[in-house]
């Protein structure tokens, strides 16, 4: 039985693999380095998968640390996932809040030894005697081929080199900082351990005002060195807006009474809407262990399965290497839980037999990055925001999981109907894909999907989801011994438990400072002015009630998209949850709805224009032009744009989250897959089975896509009979044609379009 390999041998879901703390997978026992099939060998090799999931992730690499110095930090992280693991079973007496300040204080200094600080200072060359030599060589600059400048002393360029002294400096800081309120010693008025400083809130005295903003700082600081300068700027804004807002325009609907300085920091520091808030106890008590289970299916070869049993499903056909790269996304998402690794993950694999099978490399790129975001959105591990949505609306996060499920399988259509019709529009041809029998592999790997089955029954049973993911954590560590080449071993568990710890440093330190904007919000009341500024420009266009929602929803659509462009997919929910989710709950939108319309279109951001990280990802992976593959990622993901607008318009949309009876959910989970396919065949231009759609049928095949989203019987009867004027209009297109070779023919001459 041959089976699919990337490149470096690594598993296809490893992603962006964050600072290292120890060896390769190789070195703890994985099986290193394999070739690929033949399928994927024509052309030139691939990139490899990490370094382009690093590239292109949220968050920026971090540092491979080797020696004793990884072993230090790699204990460090262990100590931090046994605590979070002790935590499920025994929770710590003083609360959840002195919980979140040790995990904190264990997580916050790892991020300045594991990250640079990525700061390059300009450096004074150095006159250099001139040569009156013929022919010799120009002495050597401090420029480097590319044009940069080499990082100044004590720092080097992402990935490489040791932590500097200003490293280890703001790491002990910030251990003392976040371990502040909770050391049993007297400094000066403040400290006196942890009842004494939650005595103090509102009236925090000078030591804990400057503690405060010692951690604040070094919070903005890790955000800048894990996703960049936008978050810590958008923070600082809001921080602005409190402290300046009293100066503001008493007329003006964002002014409020203001904030000293004082009053912020103990928001931020000493209140459960600032630092230790939702956002950071979700990153330290699912998160965390979702990722460590995560990093235990991939070390146990499960990321290799998923995509070897996706090519193995397909083997010969026109739509084979479409069906694989979709098929891959989908199950990786169960591994990945992130857009931009799930891309590079599967297109390492599978752009070599796109290529083989004739797809341009934008369309093939627009293909992986649609089935890649996918990841965030498919269930049983859906990106962290799902996380913070069931802490928010105190729900469990099996409910969640059922709001996801038809969502989901409605956008895995539309990629699917678009497969198919590239397929037969572009000409592609059939591609044989090397893989081994279908049912063989399931019966010899299928335990993989062992561990994802007792998360969804534990969770149907009333288990919480920490625990429902710590007994499927022990159930897929038992299973990997099934594989002798991936057997978690003593060391490759110790790997995996601080590789789950590794991958979740960024998104703490941005939940952490998520608090900030929530603190902000809540102490000035950003939220219901806001959300009265949206439906006020809204209601100049109309005041009736439904195009008023309508209006609405489109105007919070466009301002999330925006958003997510700026910030991080968890940051981008927070901030539009607090901002911009209010407007569309004073319109009478359930909390449930709202809920996952911020969610998604905050995750969409990875596939939004100008930025979309996994198209720019899939890009590098293809080798194709970056607008172009944007524009096609935008075609493919159409869906997850408009679904969460049905079930935001009308009631009958909340069958789409699985709400309400037994008939609304099958009426509305039909209607709207019609609305996936008309809108995929005017997207596409090919109707399946018949042949291609002019521009007028098109433009009926957008307007009917458009009347059935919106699920009342009017609109949908108008639907069906604009798409029945489309499927119409294809027919006699067909009929009327004379000469050339039949449509849908092999014959075909390819149409490209962009």
């Known amino acids: 039985m041959s089976r699919i390999r990337i490149p470096d041998g690594s598993s296809p879901a490893s992603g962006n693999p964050g600072p290292g703390f120890v060896g390769s997978d190789a070195e703890i026992g994985g099986e290193g380095p394999a070739p690929r099939e033949t399928a994927a060998a024509d052309g030139p090799p691939s990139p490899d998968p990490r370094e382009l999931a690093a590239r292109f992730e949220d968050e920026k690499p971090g540092r491979v640390l080797s020696g004793r110095l990884g072993v230090a930090l790699t204990a460090a992280a262990l100590l931090v996932a046994l605590l979070a693991l002790h935590q499920v079973f025994r929770p710590l007496s003083q609360g959840s809040k002195y919980y979140l300040i040790l995990f904190l204080a264990g997580v916050l200094p790892l991020v300045f030894v594991a990250y640079p600080a990525g700061l390059r200072w300009p450096r004074r060359r150095q006159r250099e005697p001139a040569t009156d030599t013929p022919g010799t060589p120009a002495p050597p600059t401090a420029d480097t081929p590319d044009g940069t400048t080499p990082a100044s002393a004590g720092e080097t360029p992402a990935g490489t080199g040791g932590p500097s002294v200003s490293d280890w400096t703001l790491a002990a800081v910030a251990l003392l900082a976040c371990l502040y309120p909770v050391l049993p010693v007297a400094l000066g008025a403040g400290g006196g351990g942890y009842d004494a400083f939650l005595d103090r809130q509102g009236l925090l005295v000078g030591v804990d005002v400057a503690m405060g903003t010692v951690l604040l700082l070094l919070l903005l600081e890790a955000c800048r060195r894990t996703t960049g300068w936008i978050l810590p700027a958008v923070c600082l804004v809001f921080l602005g807006y409190g402290y300046y807002g009293g100066l503001l325009p008493q007329q003006w609907p964002v002014a409020h009474a203001g904030l000293d300085f004082g009053q912020l920091v103990d928001a931020f520091y000493n209140s459960d809407s600032g630092f230790y808030g939702t956002p950071l106890d979700v990153a330290a008590t699912y998160i965390v262990l ?56 599967i297109g390492a694999v599978t752009w070599p037999i796109l290529r083989k099978a004739g797809y341009p490399p934008e369309r093939a790129g627009g293909m992986l990055a649609a089935a890649g975001v996918g990841a965030i959105l498919s269930p049983p591990t859906l990106g962290a925001a799902a996380f913070i949505i069931a802490e928010y609306l105190g729900v469990s996060y099996l409910r969640v999981l059922g709001w996801a499920t038809v969502p989901t399988v409605l956008y895995y259509l539309g990629i699917l109907l678009a497969v198919e019709i590239d397929a037969r529009r572009s000409g592609v041809r059939p591609v044989a894909v090397a893989a081994g029998s279908f049912g063989r592999l399931l019966a010899r790997f299928g335990y993989h999907f062992a561990s994802l089955f007792v998360i969804v029954g534990l969770l149907a049973m009333g288990f919480s989801a920490t625990r429902a993911v710590v007994y499927a954590t022990v159930v897929a560590v038992a299973l990997s011994f099934l594989d002798r080449h991936h057997r978690l071993t003593p060391t490759r568990l110790v790997a995996a438990l601080a590789g789950g710890v590794r991958g979740v440093l960024a998104v703490t330190v941005v939940c ?48 999330l998209s925006l958003l997510g462009l700026a910030v991080p997919v968890t940051a ?48 590098a992976v ?35 989250l699985g709400i309400g009876g037994p008939r609304q959910i099958a009426v509305a989970a039909a209607v709207t897959a019609l609305a996936v396919g008309v809108l995929a065949v005017a997207a596409g231009g090919w109707l399946p089975g018949v042949g291609p759609a002019g521009v007028p049928e098109r433009i009926l095949g957008t307007a009917a896509g458009l009347c059935l989203l919106w699920l009342e019987p009017v609109p949908v009867a108008v639907g069906v009979a604009l798409a029945a004027g489309a499927a119409t209009g294809v027919l006699v297109r067909r009929g009327t044609a004379t000469g050339g070779p039949r449509a849908g023919s092999p014959a075909q001459p390819r149409e490209e379009t962009e």
């Open 290 to 345: 979702f990722t460590i289970y995560g990093a235990v299916l991939d070390l146990s070869g499960a990321g290799r399965f998923f995509v070897d049993l996706s090519a193995a499903a397909f083997r010969r056909s026109r739509t084979a290497a479409g069906r694989t790269a979709v098929a891959s996304g989908f199950l990786l998402g169960t591994v990945s839980g992130s857009g931009a690794a799930t891309t590079v993950s």
């Open 512 to 559: 952490a400072a998520a608090g900030i904007i929530t603190a902000t919000s809540t102490k000035t009341g950003l939220g219901p002015q806001a959300a009265a500024l949206l439906i006020g420009a809204a209601g100049t266009v109309s005041s009736e009630p439904a195009v008023l929602l309508a209006l609405t929803a489109l105007l919070a659509a466009v301002a």
């Open 572 to 619: 981008s929910f927070v901030i539009g949850w607090v901002i911009i989710g209010p407007a569309l709950l004073d319109l009478g939108v359930t909390p449930a709805a709202v809920a996952m319309f911020v969610f998604y279109f905050a995750v969409l951001s990875e596939v939004s224009p100008p930025t979309a990280l996994a198209a720019v990802a899939a890009a």
């Open 622 to 656: 293809t080798g194709g032009r970056v607008v172009p593959t944007m524009w096609q990622t935008l075609r493919y993901a159409l869906p997850a744009y408009l679904i969460p607008l049905a079930f935001v318009f009308t009631p009958t949309g909340l069958g789409l």
